[in-house]
């Protein structure tokens, strides 16, 4: 039994005129009478009487039509069940994002309730490499990174730049200064995720100490937020570096965290896109994170201790 030959027949049940219910059904009338018989031989009875006068219903056809009302409606029902589901997802913005935006993130949230009254925000955690082969098989709209890339199928569009700055243990002496110099970490050992882990944070951080005059003294590696600014706090003297924003939200006993200079690291953080013109609700989001840049950058300068030296580091992704 196929809903099609179902909705036939409800037709020329309301009809009982086999050439007006094709008219209605925009089909010829012997497509309407084969599909019918179709459906009596299948339930093994006639639905209709017919002659060359009048067509009306048989007793098998009075009891299926109640049942061939109810499957249409619920198929109705079901369609615009999806319908509304796919104007849903249309007006979804998958975006993927990363640990310690802090503010940041914060101000593309709001920025982007303002910018649309309609379209939803969904946030999508993962690695980097996972964020943007997402955005490449159109899984993700849209995600925020560290660092530029370079891929043919991408766009990445230039925002923020967040400064970085040195965890150091609150006992350390540099732990006084308001500002540390790069090249007074010398002879600390400088915890640092691998390169295969985080290539744009380690290129900038090597980069940096190579123009403060020294190739740092590597400790163990940067494992994860929690251990590695307890190991600092409490273990033997080592530094690690944070993005500012990242830094604000980590209120850790036992670590400072201190503007650097001479130079001053900063990284540019990007939105990958696809190519190609946004629809209406990615297009909202790109106009929220261009507002955040100037809203963010002024927020963290209220929160965030600020350094002598504002310049940028040249070179700085």
Not at 115 to 131: I, P
Not at 176 to 202: G, I, Y
Request: charged share 25%; proline share 7%; net charge neutral.
């Amino acid at each position: 039994m196929e809903l099609r030959q179902l909705r036939y027949f409800l037709t020329v049940a309301e009809e009982l005129h086999f050439g007006r219910a094709a008219d209605r059904l925009h089909i010829v009338q012997s497509a309407v009478s084969q599909q019918l018989r179709r459906l009596e031989r299948e339930l093994g009875t006639e639905l209709f009487a017919r002659s060359t006068r009048v067509v009306r219903l048989t007793e098998a056809g009075n009891r299926l039509l109640p049942y061939a009302r109810e499957m249409l409606a619920l198929q109705a029902r079901a369609r615009e069940a999806v319908d509304e589901l796919r104007a849903e997802q249309a007006a979804t913005v998958r975006l993927g994002t990363s640990s310690g935006l802090g503010v940041r993130l914060d101000g593309v949230l709001t920025a982007f309730t303002r910018h649309t009254d309609r379209a939803q925000l969904e946030l999508v955690t993962g690695s980097t490499q996972e964020r943007l082969a997402q955005v490449r098989s159109g899984c993700l709209d849209a995600a925020l990174l560290r660092g530029e890339r370079a891929d043919p199928e991408l766009e990445f569009l230039p925002l923020w730049q967040d400064a970085l700055v040195a965890a150091l243990p609150a006992g350390h002496e540099l732990a006084a200064r308001a500002t540390v110099e790069l090249a007074r970490l010398a002879e600390l050992p400088l915890r640092l995720s691998p390169r295969s882990r985080n290539p744009a944070l380690h290129d900038l951080v090597m980069r940096s100490c190579r123009a403060a005059g020294y190739a740092p003294v590597l400790g163990p590696e940067f494992t994860n937020d929690q251990d590695t600014l307890a190991a600092i706090g409490y273990g033997k003297p080592s530094w690690t570096v944070f993005y500012a924003p990242h830094a604000d939200q980590l209120p850790v006993p036992g670590v400072v965290f201190r503007p650097l200079s001479s130079p001053s690291p900063v990284m540019r953080t990007y939105l990958a896109v696809r190519n190609g013109p946004p629809r209406a609700a990615l297009r909202a989001l790109i106009e929220a994170c261009y507002e955040a840049v100037d809203g963010g950058s002024e927020d963290l300068a209220r929160r965030q201790p600020v350094s002598p030296s504002a310049a940028e580091w040249p070179g700085t992704p």
